[in-house]
């Protein structure tokens, strides 16, 4: 007659479907020094990262909205001067001492703002057909340009001076930056991101730091390719 086995030893020799119930229920055939599983992460930003990133989104909109509408009104108020003749009252000797202030406060905005390079590019562009209509004897045109430059110029500096009350500012310092939707190479790239950029930071995963830009976007940037403002 076959010797039966033990209780204990036939334990682990249970069918192999009951194993790993069996291993969860009977002591001795799970391996007891296994180390534990490590928490899962999330890296999705919560969503008061999302509502400050929207709130910038809004404050961007809302300025270059009120100057779109001051180039409305300074058109209608050029057409209206010019068609009545009154833009003669305006003597050259101020227009030229507009454009020069209003260049001042260009390259002060250029300083403040690096980041908006093309916006400083524009509004230059603009002072220099102020020049060209001034000398062609456009007083109105020149005036409507010279105006836009400078609303330009008030709209970078307002960003400069609220990007420097923002704490926890950071600036892209690499030539080009990927902001990505995951802190991995990995993840999409949702934006790339130029020098100087202002980011602000929301959080940090390993070398990744999640961070919302100027203009309201939230995404992953490889931490070393930021510095301190």
Same mark, same amino acid.
């Given at each position: ?6 209780? *204990? ?8 479907? +009951?194993? +790993?119930? *069996?291993?969860?229920? @009977?002591?001795?055939?799970?391996h007891?020094?296994?180390p ?7 890296s999705?930003?919560s969503p #008061? ?10 404050? +961007?909109?809302e300025?270059?909205? #009120? ?9 209608? $108020?050029t ?10 009252? =305006?003597t050259r000797?101020?227009?030229v &001492?507009?454009?020069? #202030? ?15 390079a093309?916006?400083?590019? #524009?509004?230059r ?9 001034l000398? $062609? ?8 340009f010279?105006?836009?430059? &400078?609303?330009i ?18 600036? @892209?310092k690499?030539?080009r ?6 802190? &991995?190479t990995?993840? $999409?790239?949702?934006?790339v991101?130029?020098?100087?950029l202002?980011v602000? =930071? ?6 990744? *730091?999640?961070v919302?830009?100027? &203009?309201?976007?939230?995404?992953? @940037? ?8």
């Amino acid at each position: 007659m076959p010797q039966l086995r033990s209780r *204990a030893s036939l334990r682990c020799w249970w069918p192999f479907p +009951l194993v +790993l119930a *069996a291993a969860l229920a @009977v002591p001795g055939c799970a391996h007891e020094n296994s180390p534990p599983s490590p928490p899962l992460t999330s890296s999705e930003p919560s969503p #008061e990262v999302y509502r400050r990133a929207e709130a910038d989104r809004v404050k +961007l909109l809302e300025h270059e909205v #009120e100057r779109l509408r001051d180039d409305v009104r300074s058109a209608e $108020e050029t057409l209206v001067a010019v068609e009545s003749g009154m833009r003669g009252a =305006q003597t050259r000797t101020e227009l030229v &001492s507009q454009q020069a #202030e209003a260049r001042i406060q260009l390259d002060r905005a250029a300083k403040r703002a690096p980041w908006r390079a093309d916006e400083v590019a #524009e509004a230059r562009a603009k002072l220099d057909e102020s020049d060209r209509q001034l000398a $062609e004897g456009h007083v109105g045109s020149a005036i409507f340009f010279v105006s836009r430059a &400078s609303r330009i110029a008030a709209t970078l500096l307002a960003e400069a001076d609220r990007v420097s009350k923002t704490p926890g500012a950071f600036a @892209v310092k690499a030539s080009r930056a990927n902001l990505r939707a995951a802190p &991995s190479t990995d993840g $999409e790239v949702l934006a790339v991101l130029q020098p100087e950029l202002p980011v602000f =930071q929301e959080g940090k995963e390993g070398e990744w *730091a999640l961070v919302r830009t100027v &203009s309201g976007q939230v995404g992953w @940037v490889n931490a070393r390719l930021l510095r301190p403002r």
